[in-house]
């Protein structure tokens, strides 16, 4: 069973930062490509960026946090991370974690002054 726990979220400041953590349990996360995706308030649900599965590969992000955004994983843990930097009041959302068809419940970011 796919289990997922985010954590790390709340309010901050214009041009703070925050990170993000999933936790998980249920399936075999290092074999697996993870995913955050975000749903700003009023909106549909966005992806924010993917890590691969394989040692070195290749990350991926929206435009929109390209620059801003890092995400990672410790296999070792099984937690994927999304470190999030010079925050804007458009990050606002709930973020999620994802693997294959799964997701986690969400975490709040709220960016305001």
């Known amino acids: 069973q796919y289990q997922f726990v985010e954590s790390g979220g709340g309010l901050v400041q214009p041009g703070g930062s925050l990170r993000l953590s999933c936790t998980t349990s249920?399936?075999?996360?290092?074999?697996?490509?993870m995913s955050w995706y975000r749903r700003p308030p009023g909106k549909e649900r966005e992806w924010v960026a993917t890590t691969n599965s394989g040692e070195g590969s290749t990350d991926y992000y929206a435009n929109s946090v390209k620059g801003r955004f890092t995400i990672s994983r410790d296999n070792a843990k099984n937690i994927l991370y999304l470190q999030m930097n010079s925050l804007k009041p458009e990050d606002t959302a709930v973020y999620y974690c994802?693997?294959?068809?799964?997701w986690g419940q969400g975490t709040q970011v709220t960016v305001s002054s």
């Open positions: 994802k693997a294959s068809q799964y």
């Open positions: 249920g399936f075999t996360f290092s074999t697996y490509s």
